[in-house]
């Protein structure tokens, strides 16, 4: 799988938009970026994934570069609940299942 | 319930025992995941279920580690002679899709069992 780099932590002000960044340059063609957030004490959550076009949902956007080496996912009003770490992750689209690989993700720190 | 289910929330042992950890995934789920998370770190990957079988079990770190899903539900993460270093959140995760061609589903994760080996 390509690998990701993301900032270890970012901060955010209550209400603002947050934008984190990922790097992912060695991505192939048939993988997609998958977006998931863990809160403190809590197991990862699923945020939105893409291939190359940009997403939404109702929990946030997803903006992939037209060369698909970089993406990012964007909280549109970020709120004190969407502190957590996000994690950016590369994933092909026929891999038969869904084991994820992790990094260490951006700390997403939102304050008031 | 909803959610995927993990049992116990704590465990506390002791060096050498022998542990189990329990996870209830979401009803009609056929895929089931284990995950390992250390203090700081992502989760890493263990072991993937399709149905009854283990599909892939190469994240298990050593023979002290095993896990079954008997009959492609409820699944069990057993411990031998725990260690020290076993000390994690174990994480428990289930999707939709397992094998077979088609786009990857959702992951959904338990809240995790934290192993604490003393």
């Known amino acids: 799988d390509a690998k990701t780099t993301q900032p270890p932590s970012m901060d955010c002000a209550e209400g603002r938009a947050a934008n984190l960044p990922c790097n992912h340059s060695?991505?192939?063609?048939?993988?997609?970026v998958y977006w998931y957030r863990q809160i403190h004490s809590q197991g990862p959550q699923y945020i939105i994934h893409?291939?190359?076009n940009n997403e939404t949902n109702e929990m946030a956007s997803l903006i992939i570069t037209e060369d698909r080496k970089s993406s990012t996912l964007i909280l549109p009003h970020a709120t004190l609940r969407d502190t957590a770490v996000y994690y950016c992750?590369?994933?092909?689209?026929?891999?038969?299942?869904?084991?994820?690989?992790f990094g260490k993700g951006t700390m997403l720190l939102v304050s008031p | 319930g909803a959610g995927v289910s993990q049992t116990p929330s704590n465990k506390v042992t002791e060096k050498g025992k022998y542990v189990e950890l329990r996870c209830d995934p979401i009803?009609?789920?056929?895929?089931l995941y284990w995950y390992r998370q250390s203090l700081g770190q992502g989760p890493e990957f263990l072991i993937y279920?399709?149905?009854?079988?283990?599909?892939?079990d190469s994240g298990l770190p050593n023979d002290r580690f095993f896990a079954v899903r008997p009959e492609g539900s409820v699944s069990t993460l057993k411990i031998q002679r725990t260690e020290r270093g076993d000390s994690a959140v174990y994480l428990c995760?289930?999707?939709?899709?397992?094998?077979?061609?088609?786009?990857?589903?959702?992951?959904?994760f338990g809240q995790g069992t934290r192993l604490t080996v003393v």
């Open positions: 995760a289930s999707s939709l899709t397992g094998t077979g061609t088609g786009e990857i589903t959702e992951a959904f």
């Open positions: 060695t991505i192939s063609g048939n993988e997609y």
């Open positions: 893409g291939l190359k």
């Open positions: 992750i590369v994933k092909p689209r026929n891999s038969g299942y869904s084991t994820l690989t």
């Open positions: 009803s009609g789920h056929t895929a």
């Open positions: 279920f399709q149905g009854t079988g283990a599909a892939d």
